[in-house]
């Protein structure tokens, strides 16, 4: 029985590594900013953040694996403050790390990391030179895979390192922007999008990600995984398969690429949209990973292609949309809509 540290353990992603784990009979220790939303047995959490030094170094003693979850997302809109959590947070607990001799340390990173992917890119493998960051939120995440990458360069310690990069999670209790997607479907409204959706976009299940993570540990390896469905379409395919399984009379309205961009650019720095450059400069482009170095290296398969995990998580909305909270992590919440009220009155 090892022991494994979730940092962000009442985040969307965090929170189901700590069930999979007790599932497998793991002892498991939670941190977060926020008070404990999780109710498991084998389980300590304590209210820590990830950049109290010496906090994070004394409750590294006596762990086996770290799951570095926790980090400040796109919704956030968080400006100077991603760099604290994402870049200097990460380099707290990787330090600690060390110094208590942890075996694995797994560090959630992002596919905003890659920025404008253009379809020439795709799929896009595990270290394209060429592909950089367009916004704050994904430079933060880059830099925090640069303090990864230096440690397996290196590789001066016993800690062995892994750099996971998710496409898209989705799965049950995911909401944040996927919260309107869903609503407007369930009520019949028309479903926007940036360009013609003819693009190739590439969603990943919370288990896909979560079954990575742990492989990653058990393993022992320093390396690098992109992680998305290996069953995917286009992402006008996807909504539409998604409007059928819900039985509604949505239907998708496209919207010309440049003045979209334009438009949401403005809403954004006026603060009346939820929307941030990660959204609108690249949901309407191609983008999909080359997993061949996950599947191989950790003999691993993923469980759920894009139409699965939509209607899992559509159906997770449908059932619980009377008892949805602002109170949690942004990908398990409801979303301060702001103009977007406006627009769905027309939609």
Same mark, same amino acid.
């Given at each position: 029985?090892?022991? /494994?540290?979730v940092?962000?353990?009442n985040g969307?992603l965090?929170?189901?590594?700590?069930?999979?784990l007790?599932? #497998?009979?793991?002892?498991?220790?939670g941190?977060?900013?926020?008070?404990?939303?999780n109710?498991?047995? =084998?389980?300590?959490?304590?209210k820590i953040?990830?950049?109290? %030094?010496? %906090?994070? =170094?004394?409750i590294?003693?006596?762990?086996d694996?770290?799951?570095?979850?926790?980090?400040?997302?796109p919704?956030?809109?968080?400006?100077?403050?991603?760099?604290?959590? =994402?870049?200097?947070?990460?380099k707290?607990?990787?330090e600690?790390?060390?110094?208590?001799?942890? *075996?694995?340390?797994?560090?959630?990173?992002?596919?905003?990391?890659?920025?404008?992917?253009?379809?020439?890119?795709?799929?896009?493998?595990?270290?394209?030179?060429h592909?950089?960051p367009?916004?704050?939120?994904?430079?933060?995440?880059?830099?925090?895979e640069?303090i990864?990458k *230096?440690?397996i360069?290196?590789?001066?310690?016993?800690?062995?390192?892994?750099?996971l990069?998710?496409r898209?999670?989705i799965?049950?209790?995911?909401?944040?922007?996927?919260?309107?997607?869903?609503e407007?479907?369930?009520?019949g409204k028309?479903?926007?999008?940036?360009?013609?959706?003819?693009?190739?976009f590439q969603f990943?299940?919370?288990?896909d990600?979560?079954?990575?993570?742990i492989?990653s540990?058990?393993?022992n390896?320093?390396?690098?995984? =992109?992680?998305?469905?290996?069953n995917?379409?286009?992402?006008?395919d996807?909504?539409?398969?998604?409007?059928?399984?819900?039985?509604?009379?949505?239907?998708?309205?496209?919207?010309?690429?440049?003045?979209?961009?334009?438009?949401?650019?403005?809403?954004?720095?006026?603060?009346?949209s939820?929307?941030?450059?990660?959204?609108?400069?690249?949901? /309407? #482009?191609d983008?999909?990973?080359?997993?061949?170095?996950?599947?191989? *290296?950790?003999?691993?398969?993923? %469980?759920?292609?894009?139409?699965?995990?939509l209607?899992?998580?559509?159906?997770?909305y449908?059932?619980?949309?009377?008892y949805?909270?602002?109170? #949690?992590?942004?990908?398990?919440?409801?979303?301060k809509?702001?103009?977007?009220?406006?627009?769905?009155?027309?939609?």
């Amino acid at each position: 029985m090892s022991t /494994h540290l979730v940092t962000g353990s009442n985040g969307f992603l965090g929170s189901f590594i700590i069930k999979e784990l007790i599932a #497998k009979g793991e002892n498991v220790i939670g941190i977060d900013l926020t008070n404990n939303q999780n109710n498991f047995q =084998n389980f300590k959490f304590f209210k820590i953040d990830i950049l109290d %030094k010496d %906090k994070i =170094n004394e409750i590294l003693k006596g762990v086996d694996y770290v799951h570095h979850t926790a980090a400040l997302v796109p919704l956030k809109k968080a400006g100077k403050k991603f760099w604290e959590t =994402n870049v200097l947070g990460t380099k707290i607990i990787v330090e600690a790390s060390k110094i208590n001799k942890i *075996k694995h340390f797994s560090h959630i990173s992002s596919s905003a990391v890659f920025g404008n992917v253009e379809k020439k890119d795709c799929p896009i493998g595990i270290d394209p030179k060429h592909l950089h960051p367009i916004e704050i939120y994904g430079k933060s995440k880059k830099e925090g895979e640069d303090i990864i990458k *230096k440690e397996i360069e290196n590789n001066d310690s016993s800690t062995t390192f892994s750099i996971l990069r998710p496409r898209t999670v989705i799965g049950s209790e995911r909401l944040g922007i996927f919260e309107v997607l869903f609503e407007w479907i369930s009520e019949g409204k028309n479903i926007f999008i940036i360009g013609d959706g003819s693009n190739l976009f590439q969603f990943v299940h919370i288990q896909d990600i979560s079954d990575v993570s742990i492989l990653s540990c058990y393993r022992n390896k320093s390396d690098i995984y =992109n992680v998305g469905s290996e069953n995917f379409s286009t992402l006008e395919d996807a909504i539409n398969n998604l409007i059928k399984f819900a039985k509604t009379k949505s239907k998708i309205k496209k919207l010309p690429i440049g003045l979209s961009i334009s438009l949401l650019r403005l809403l954004d720095i006026l603060k009346l949209s939820p929307l941030g450059p990660w959204h609108y400069l690249t949901y /309407h #482009k191609d983008f999909y990973y080359d997993l061949s170095n996950t599947c191989q *290296k950790l003999k691993w398969k993923s %469980k759920y292609s894009n139409d699965e995990m939509l209607k899992e998580s559509y159906l997770w909305y449908i059932e619980n949309k009377d008892y949805l909270s602002e109170n #949690k992590s942004l990908h398990k919440s409801k979303l301060k809509k702001g103009i977007l009220k406006i627009i769905k009155f027309f939609a």
